[in-house]
């Protein structure tokens, strides 16, 4: 985006900010389009200050619902009924409950209390300023004393009338109420108000900066419910609930989300004339359980209507905790512990699970926030922090943001993950209960799904990360080996059914290694065999063998030898250890810093080797015939190439307004490896190549560092096997003995020449664990892979049986075998 359209965007967004602040100045807002109820009456009452003094000269409206009648002169008249809703809420809350409770005779009333809805807002709206605004709302009533209904929030304002006035309260009803400081939230006054100052500039200062035009509402209308939390404390009400003497009932839900059930318990054992009904149910009483809720406060009225009578007290349980056994009852012992430990224990051990755990950590905090353990402002910090922490230097560079808006979308991923994750965590729960640790495992790896793909959808990048996982999950080329290597695995319990081991394979390669090339080869050894040194043959790469010495030494001797040994020609040459698979630490070295680096940074031994000039490499898999081990008058090829695989490097190439990053994520096949090129080219992700530009993404011709397989059958010629059978004809140890199978890894200056049998050098020749990689091809089936491979297998086997047969080779020890066993299934089948 220009500069000159980012400054017409931010002269617009004023423009339009300005214009939205000046109509909802103008109007008032949009509070009564907004809220039900806006035709409903009101009165007025004085405005009281912190201290509950009335100020003078200042009114209040205070707007309420009511439902029927209240005949102060008649004798049989019932005593009126006061509801008073949550925060945030409003007294149209009660609509599907109120009607319910009028018995003949008995109003209901139910106001918005003041600095809700469309009440005005006062100077303290705090439990206790709150009681005396709804004392002064009763008198313009001209009712004196009234049953109290108190939900959620409501509920504190009730305690605090009964405890200012408690002749004119018939009775007091907690309906899912708040109570004991031990119950609001963290159970800490100090993280609570953190909580809600946070929540004050969120919902009353944020949608400042937004034109919304009056949409979201008045300053005072989003923010008034919160003032009633920061002006309240509840450690006065845990100090006034044992002095209560008014008959009160606790009306609670099991399955309480806001107010945890045991809270209700701990307000009944607080509260000495109280009586507990615990029902199946949760925080929403008036909503969802209107005729139970009312069928309670019915009777319970009914006994109060008349002062004096005794409290009826005692625990109506009809919502018992079940018995938990196995995966459940350890669920629940865990979430009882966490529960029980201070809030700023359960913060730190947040951060640190979510730093060092990432999603599975996210997954674990929600949970136990689903069952009510950590508070959800504790959960949200926590998770922010150890977020933040771990974006910073604990991610993947593929994961870590770049830009601004990158931190803002991977921090606020976390409120997403809450919201989501409520859901979540009580599935995982419902599943452990009905199935035990199989629920727990099924739930759990859902809900880890879910995050994961949660985190990456929202984004182009991520949802490129999708596409590249999916193209891992169904081209075998990027399965792990284990599952490539399946129909190896029946292939070897047929070999251990028929008596013949695993081992005898280690007879093959008599001349390569003595284990045939499963872990023992010597880079420098091989490539002497080749002729290094003693045949003059342009397919033979110089190498030099840097010894494990201190690193000074190491690093003099490299670059003397670079500099003194003509063969290797200078840089840029390759360096990588002596013994190594899969590409591991292979790097091309141009300059002097970079070989020290190299020498200083690997402390096995390596080798340095002449590069070749060609671009192309390919690997060709070489096997001897049989025949030319058992018949000593085979006149014929001693072996042919079975497999040619054509090695594609990967490469991106610049359009001039994409960074590498962009590039590839946005090429299909480089993104299913995205992370391992994202380290490696971490310090120019962020680099936009110019037009045309190639920009190289690896060097080794391996699969598993980038390089793309392909089946280069095309290639197999007389002439290129007649080249190769000369190379492995001379290639004998000292003691004659020569090579079976393996694979020539090479590089040649084009595939035309390579099928002559020209113009190519041997990098690398690689033993019995060497494998057609040609079965890696894209384009190719599974069913064609595992093919190649069981044929391999096959003439390895065989080969091993000719070695045995002639006593021109021989088995590993028993003691070597068992170091080799577990490589060879590492190589196999991981």
């Known amino acids: 985006m220009s500069k000159r359209s980012k400054t017409i965007m931010a002269v617009v967004y004023l423009l339009m900010l300005i214009a939205s602040h000046a109509f909802q100045l103008m109007s008032g807002g949009m509070n009564d389009v907004l809220l039900p109820g806006a035709d409903r009456p009101s009165v007025e009452i004085s405005n009281r200050g912190h201290d509950g003094e009335?100020?003078?000269?200042?009114?209040?409206?205070?707007?309420?619902?009511?439902?029927?009648?209240?005949?102060?002169?008649?004798?049989?008249?019932?005593?009126?009924?006061?509801?008073?809703?949550?925060?945030?809420?409003?007294?149209?809350?009660?609509?599907?409950?109120?009607?319910?409770?009028?018995?003949?005779?008995?109003?209901?009333?139910?106001?918005?209390?003041?600095?809700?809805?469309?009440?005005?807002?006062?100077?303290?709206?705090?439990?206790?300023?709150?009681?005396?605004?709804?004392?002064?709302?009763?008198?313009?009533?001209?009712?004196?004393?009234?049953?109290?209904?108190?939900?959620?929030?409501?509920?504190?304002?009730?305690?605090?009338?009964?405890?200012?006035?408690?002749?004119?309260?018939?009775?007091?009803?907690?309906?899912?109420?708040?109570?004991?400081?031990?119950?609001?939230?963290?159970?800490?006054?100090?993280?609570?108000?953190?909580?809600?100052?946070?929540?004050?500039?969120?919902?009353?200062?944020?949608?400042?900066?937004?034109?919304?035009?009056?949409?979201?509402?008045?300053?005072?209308?989003?923010?008034?419910?919160?003032?009633?939390?920061?002006?309240?404390?509840?450690?006065?009400?845990?100090?006034?609930?044992?002095?209560?003497?008014?008959?009160?009932?606790?009306?609670?839900?099991?399955?309480?989300?806001?107010?945890?059930?045991?809270?209700?318990?701990?307000?009944?054992?607080?509260?000495?004339?109280?009586?507990?009904?615990?029902?199946?149910?949760?925080?929403?009483?008036?909503?969802?359980?209107?005729?139970?809720?009312?069928?309670?406060?019915?009777?319970?009225?009914?006994?109060?209507?008349?002062?004096?009578?005794?409290?009826?007290?005692?625990?109506?349980?009809?919502?018992?905790?079940?018995?938990?056994?196995?995966?459940?009852?350890?669920?629940?012992?865990?979430?009882?512990?966490?529960?029980?430990?201070?809030?700023?224990?359960?913060?730190?051990?947040?951060?640190?699970?979510?730093?060092?755990?990432?999603?599975?950590?996210?997954?674990?905090?929600?949970?136990?926030?689903?069952?009510?353990?950590?508070?959800?402002?504790?959960?949200?910090?926590?998770?922010?922090?150890?977020?933040?922490?771990?974006?910073?230097?604990?991610?993947?560079?593929?994961?870590?943001?770049?830009?601004?808006?990158?931190?803002?979308?991977?921090?606020?991923?976390?409120?997403?993950?809450?919201?989501?994750?409520?859901?979540?965590?009580?599935?995982?729960?419902?599943?452990?209960?009905?199935?035990?640790?199989?629920?727990?495992?099924?739930?759990?790896?859902?809900?880890?799904?879910?995050?994961?793909?949660?985190?990456?959808?929202?984004t182009w990048e991520g949802r490129q990360r999708l596409k590249g996982e999916f193209n891992r999950i169904t081209n075998h080329e990027y399965w792990v080996t284990g599952l490539v290597y399946l129909p190896m695995l029946w292939w070897g319990i047929k070999r251990m059914i028929a008596r013949r081991w695993l081992i005898e394979l280690t007879s093959v390669n008599p001349g390569y290694a003595h284990d045939a090339g499963i872990m023992c080869e010597s880079k420098m050894d091989i490539n002497r065999k080749l002729g290094d040194g003693t045949v003059d043959d342009k397919a033979i790469l110089h190498c030099v063998l840097i010894d494990e010495n201190e690193n000074e030494n190491r690093v003099e001797q490299a670059i003397e030898i670079l500099n003194n040994d003509d063969q290797l020609g200078g840089y840029p040459v390759f360096c990588k250890p002596d013994q190594g698979e899969r590409g591991r630490a292979v790097e091309m070295i141009r300059s002097e810093s970079e070989l020290i680096d190299y020498c200083t940074d690997n402390d096995e031994a390596f080798v340095i080797q002449q590069r070749h000039a060609g671009e192309m490499e390919v690997g060709v898999l070489w096997v001897r015939h049989t025949e030319s081990i058992t018949d000593a008058n085979y006149d014929g090829p001693s072996g042919f190439i079975y497999a040619i695989t054509i090695k594609h490097f990967p490469v991106v190439v610049g359009d001039g307004k994409q960074s590498i990053r962009r590039l590839i994520l946005g090429n299909k096949r480089y993104r299913a490896q995205s992370r391992m090129f994202m380290t490696r080219m971490s310090e120019h992700l962020n680099m936009v190549p110019d037009v045309g530009e190639e920009i190289a993404l690896g060097i080794a011709g391996n699969h598993s560092q980038g390089a793309m397989f392909t089946d280069g059958v095309h290639l197999i010629t007389d002439e290129l096997s007649a080249r190769i059978g000369e190379i492995v004809d001379r290639f004998i140890d000292d003691q004659g003995r020569g090579f079976d199978i393996g694979r020539f890894d090479l590089r040649c200056d084009s595939l035309e020449e390579l099928a002559q049998g020209k113009g190519f050098g041997i990098v690398e020749l690689n033993g019995l664990t060497s494998e057609p990689t040609n079965l890696y091809d894209p384009k190719r089936s599974i069913f064609w892979a595992w093919d190649m491979l069981c044929g391999y297998w096959l003439h390895a086997e065989r080969l091993g049986a000719a070695r045995l047969e002639t006593k021109t080779g021989e088995m590993v020890d028993k003691e070597t075998w068992k170091k080799l066993s577990g490589a060879l299934v590492r190589v196999m089948f991981t």
């Not at 109570?179 to 004050?200: D, I, N, P, T």
């Not at 209560?244 to 054992?269: F, K, S, Y």
């Not at 359960?346 to 926030?369: D, H, K, N, P």
Request: some cysteine; aromatic content about 10%; charged content about 15%.
């Open 54 to 458: 009335v100020i003078a000269d200042e009114m209040l409206d205070v707007v309420y619902q009511q439902w029927g009648k209240w005949a102060d002169e008649d004798p049989d008249a019932k005593t009126p009924v006061l509801l008073m809703h949550g925060a945030p809420g409003m007294g149209t809350d009660f609509a599907r409950i109120g009607g319910l409770l009028t018995a003949e005779n008995r109003a209901v009333y139910s106001p918005d209390l003041v600095g809700f809805a469309q009440s005005g807002m006062g100077d303290d709206v705090s439990y206790r300023v709150q009681a005396r605004h709804m004392f002064s709302f009763l008198d313009s009533m001209g009712v004196d004393r009234v049953h109290l209904v108190g939900w959620s929030n409501g509920g504190g304002v009730g305690l605090r009338m009964a405890d200012l006035n408690p002749d004119r309260i018939a009775s007091l009803t907690m309906l899912a109420s708040v109570g004991a400081q031990e119950s609001e939230g963290s159970g800490s006054y100090f993280f609570e108000h953190v909580k809600y100052a946070v929540g004050l500039g969120a919902t009353g200062f944020v949608p400042d900066l937004i034109p919304h035009f009056g949409v979201l509402g008045t300053r005072d209308l989003r923010i008034g419910w919160l003032w009633s939390f920061w002006d309240s404390d509840q450690r006065e009400l845990t100090r006034i609930m044992p002095t209560i003497t008014t008959p009160a009932m606790i009306l609670h839900g099991r399955n309480d989300p806001l107010v945890p059930a045991w809270g209700a318990e701990l307000h009944h054992e607080m509260m000495p004339t109280s009586k507990l009904v615990m029902l199946d149910a949760s925080h929403f009483l008036p909503f969802m359980q209107a005729n139970e809720t009312a069928g309670y406060l019915n009777a319970f009225f009914d006994r109060h209507d008349q002062a004096g009578v005794t409290p009826e007290i005692g625990y109506l349980n009809l919502a018992p905790v079940p018995d938990r056994h196995g995966a459940d009852g350890l669920l629940h012992k865990i979430a009882d512990w966490i529960q029980s430990a201070p809030w700023w224990v359960q913060l730190i051990a947040v951060v640190i699970l979510v730093r060092y755990c990432t999603t599975v950590g996210l997954a674990i905090v929600m949970l136990f926030a689903s069952m009510m353990s950590v508070d959800f402002g504790v959960a949200i910090l926590g998770m922010i922090v150890g977020r933040s922490w771990w974006l910073f230097c604990g991610a993947h560079r593929i994961d870590r943001p770049f830009s601004l808006l990158g931190w803002v979308r991977g921090v606020a991923y976390v409120l997403g993950v809450f919201a989501v994750s409520l859901l979540m965590g009580g599935l995982v729960v419902s599943l452990t209960e009905r199935f035990g640790s199989v629920g727990f495992a099924i739930g759990f790896a859902v809900f880890l799904g879910m995050l994961s793909g949660m985190r990456l959808v929202v």
